[in-house]
């Protein structure tokens, strides 16, 4: 089958202006093009032509940024700006990205690969929800009050209160799959707080955090408090994590890039925070209602072509509805309607790029040469995009590839389970724990298992629910720390207390 081609004609004038523009990083308030000259192309992936350039940052670019980003922190107008004047400011970019949503989502849709009607009503709702959210916290971040009884100092009459203070210059590295969600659950707590930023957009996906710096800066954020530096991660991303000036790193990514975070922070210890990577287990019990769990569970590994960091990418269905599960699920994926992000009818788009493509491919090869079966998919359809056609595996074993590793693409492997026990070790099984869903209607299974299983966000009856009100984050190899609610935001603090002999 070929697959459409992607019609940049039909979108926004204001969408193909941005896209032929000569882009630069926003440094400082100003726009900088890499001191080495060089750019990076970015690709359609839908198509394979390039369409735009950004600078190829090195650590030289990171160095300014950090210096500016340093400036604005030390100089005290951010820190010190009254919290609802703060709290303004981030709503006048969430605004901003309102009115600006559809280009926004379709910069996303053009740079990632995925539909641009699913990019604006899911990933650029939920950043300006985000946005919207953090706004609210600056004027709500308070200490606590405390009369110490310090056993040395009977005689003294003591008072002590806690202060959140922000923790300085903050170094933001994130991926390709949701690229403006993820930067706004970054930049918005951490401006909420009070910290500056600087932030690297994965190279394949830098379009829509320049974009967003374009409306930070119409927002009116003095200059150094939001800095965008576009590059590769080897280069301008290890230049952060590396930086001497940079107080803490909130990274989201791959559990293999997380470590090299964390040993390049070693140097100042700046404060680390890990969104990492997941092999989530969806759990089909023997009461499930089928007719939500079977298009829940696809939709679960199926959504965004399985380029999520939570996708269901294991599941596993009890032994008694198995086969009906199995061929349920394998009916949506050979229905399912794949073409290019900007086509309102597309269910699969490309994947990011064409190394995705190929590693994707070759994870479903390993699993057909270690004997599991491809029910659904398996293969990709012609043309020139990065296409994979949703793939389900049966009779695997626990120890293949397949079932260990994050393939991050539209792939799933289904297993069996006998009872309660045998379904917790399954899905316990993983050096990830990001999240897992459970799908059933006893209240009282829900419970005893929820606990047990060792995931960061357990969903039932759904999966892929998120909500900026709640901490997101996972167990084991998926990270350090959370998230999202009012938490986020103090993480990017520190909490100094202060203590006072009256
Ligand atoms: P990745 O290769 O780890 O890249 C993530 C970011 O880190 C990119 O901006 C990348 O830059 C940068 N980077 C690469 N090498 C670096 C280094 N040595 N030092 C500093 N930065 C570096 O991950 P990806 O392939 O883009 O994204 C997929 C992964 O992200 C998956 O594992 C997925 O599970 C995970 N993820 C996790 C969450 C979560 O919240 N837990 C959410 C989404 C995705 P370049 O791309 O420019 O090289
Ligand atoms: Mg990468």
Redo the contacts with the bound molecule.
């Keep these: 089958m070929n697959v459409a081609t992607n019609d940049l004609s039909t979108t926004r004038p204001e969408t193909r202006e941005f896209l032929a523009a000569e882009h630069k990083n926003f440094i400082n308030g100003q726009w900088q093009a890499a001191k080495s000259g060089k750019t990076l192309e970015v690709y359609d992936p839908a198509t394979g032509q390039t369409v735009s350039h950004v600078p190829d940052s090195d650590a030289v670019d990171i160095d300014e940024a950090v210096k500016a980003a340093r400036q604005a922190f030390e100089d005290r107008a951010w820190q010190n700006m009254k919290p609802a004047v703060r709290e303004r400011l981030l709503h006048r970019l969430a605004d901003l990205m309102e009115t600006n949503v559809d280009i926004l989502a379709e910069l996303e849709s053009i740079d990632n690969g995925k539909s641009a009607a699913v990019s604006g009503a899911v990933d650029m709702a939920c950043a300006i929800d985000c946005m919207r959210y953090m706004a609210g916290v600056p004027s709500k971040l308070n200490g606590s009050t405390l009369k110490p009884s310090t056993p040395f100092m009977p005689d003294s009459e003591l008072f002590a209160y806690t202060n959140h203070v922000p923790v300085g210059v903050v170094g933001a ?6 690229p403006t969600l ?1 930067l706004c ?1 970054k930049i918005a707590p951490a401006l909420a707080a009070g910290c500056t930023v600087v932030l ?5 996906t830098p379009l829509t955090a320049l974009y967003i710096a374009k409306l930070a800066s119409e927002a009116g954020f003095p200059p150094g408090v939001l800095n965008v530096v576009t ?4 280069t ?6 590396a930086h001497p000036g940079v107080d803490k790193v909130t ?8 470590r ?2 964390v040993q ?1 922070a070693t140097g100042n210890l700046k404060k680390v925070t ?5 092999k989530s287990p969806a759990i089909v019990m023997p009461d499930a209602d089928l007719d939500i769990a079977i298009p829940g569970a696809a939709s679960g590994i199926f959504f965004n072509h399985g ?4 996708a269901g990418s294991r599941l596993y269905v009890h032994k008694s509805q198995f086969d009906r599960v199995v061929e349920g699920v394998a009916d949506v994926a050979r229905n399912m309607k794949i073409g290019p992000g900007l086509d309102p009818t597309t269910e699969i788009g490309p994947l ?1 790029s064409k190394i ?1 493509q190929e590693r994707v491919c070759s994870y479903i090869e390993s699993g057909r040469e270690s004997g599991a079966e491809i029910i659904a998919g398996g293969d990709t359809p012609d043309g020139n995009g990065y296409f994979v056609n949703p793939t389900v595996f049966v009779n695997t074993n626990p120890d293949m590839k397949i079932v260990r590793e ?1 393939i ?1 693409g539209p792939v799933l492997v289904v297993q069996p389970f006998d009872d309660l026990d045998d379904v917790v070790a399954q899905a316990n099984d993983s050096p990830f724990g ?1 999240a897992a869903s459970i799908w059933s209607k006893d209240v009282s299974t829900i419970h005893r298992l929820a606990p047990r299983l060792r995931a960061g966000t357990v969903w039932v009856n759904c999966h892929n629910v998120i909500d900026v009100a709640l901490p ?3 167990f084991k190899e ?2 350090w720390g959370r ?1 999202n609610g009012i938490d986020a935001v103090k993480a990017f603090t520190e909490t100094q207390s202060v203590v006072i002999s009256l």
Excluded: R
């Excluded at 301008?236 to 994590?241: H, Q």
């Excluded at 380029?307 to 939570?310: A, D, S």
């Design positions: 590295i994130v991926p390709w799959n949701f993820l659950w690297k957009p994965a190279e394949e590059g590769y991660g080897h301008a991303g290890a230049a952060i994590s990274f989201t990514g791959s559990t293999e890039v997380g090299l975070i390049a890990l969104e990492l990577g997941g380029q999520v960091c939570t990011v995705q994050e991050f990001l997101f984050g996972g998926s990270g998230e």
